[in-house]
């Protein structure tokens, strides 16, 4: 099911990462079969900054960096009130320029 976004909305991603030693927002922390590394999630704060006729999305983060994503991912949400209050601090804001930087995929 796709979910609509519009410029502005807030949105969390819930990435999976690998390593040896994960921080402390790590979630749902599983260690590998050898034991040498960690599977985890953590939930990255970002705003649609546009939206394509495609229906994927284009969230920048804090630091500027922009993801394009599919609207559809299952590890994508919308912030609702109560996440928007208690992590403000942490989402992005829109730059007042529009410049070319470049778009990634999340690994």
Known sequence: ??????????????????????????????????????????DKFWIVEAVDEDGTIVAATRRGKRNRLKSDDPMLKRANIFQHILYRSRFAQLPTSTSSDAVTAPE
């Not at 040896?20 to 040498?36: K, L, M, S, W």
């Open 1 to 42: 099911m796709r979910q609509s976004f519009t410029p502005g909305d807030l949105v969390i991603y819930r990435k999976t990462k690998h390593s040896t030693h994960p921080g402390p927002r790590a979630a749902n922390v599983h260690p590998a079969p050898n034991g040498d590394t960690y599977s985890y999630t953590v």
